[in-house]
């Protein structure tokens, strides 16, 4: 693929779309892009100002939208535009039609890339009745599972908290803290007797 190159001048409209959405950075396709739309007389301002973002020199841009501005737009052409319009449509009538196709087989299927592949009936048909397996499971162990209580023992001891409770006058809650405290930390159990006998005064 590195070794090939695509004339994007050869591309059709749609191929030329294509490359676009692909590499939206890609200024030569959005430049090749615009100017066919200009010549057909659908560049809308919106296709020119998403071009004109990844565009190096917007100069181009304009002069392109400047030549379409004195351009023919008279009826003259507009005979043989619809000629060419309809001797498709009669050549289509020309031809027999071979086999009418049934409603059924007309009918369109869309496919979502990563989806489904089968349609609600195709899977009611294959569908099991093992297959609900989880919703039954989910629900029997929820059941099983005792009900948590709340813990009464909550072990957060910091001596923050505990200076906290002393401001609010909370003396007991502080003393238990700094006692607990006091056991998890051997090496500082003097100091934080010392705040317990300061507690006591208050």
């Known amino acids: 693929m590195v070794g090939q190159s ?19 950075w890609y200024a ?8 066919r739309m200009a010549h057909a007389g659908t560049l809308s301002d919106r296709e020119l100002s998403e071009a004109a973002l990844y565009m190096g020199s917007r100069r181009i841009l304009s ?3 400047r030549q379409n501005r004195n351009a023919d737009y008279s009826d003259a052409s ?4 619809l000629q060419n319009v309809m001797q498709p449509a009669e050549a289509a ?16 299927r ?6 489904d592949y089968f349609s609600k009936e195709e899977y009611k048909a294959a569908r099991r009745e093992g297959d609900n397996i989880f919703p ?3 629900t029997s162990d929820r059941e099983d599972l005792p009900l948590e209580t709340p813990r009464d023992d909550f072990d ?11 401001e609010q006058g909370y003396f007991d809650e502080a003393r238990q803290i700094y006692s607990k405290l006091s056991l998890l930390y051997p090496e500082k159990s003097v100091y934080f007797a010392a705040l317990i006998e300061k507690l006591d005064k208050n």
Do not use: M, W
């Open 6 to 24: 695509i004339d994007i001048h050869r591309l059709n409209l749609e191929e030329l779309l294509g490359v676009v959405s692909i590499y939206p």
């Open 136 to 138: 039954s499971f989910a």
């Open 28 to 35: 030569g396709a959005r430049l090749e892009l615009c100017s």
């Open 63 to 65: 002069e392109l939208v």
């Open 156 to 166: 957060l001891c910091t001596e923050t908290l505990a200076q906290i409770y002393a």
């Open 78 to 81: 507009v005979s043989t535009l």
């Open 110 to 115: 869309i496919f979502v890339v990563g989806g």
């Open 93 to 108: 009538q020309e031809v027999p039609a071979q086999q009418e196709e049934t409603p059924q087989e007309f009918a369109r």
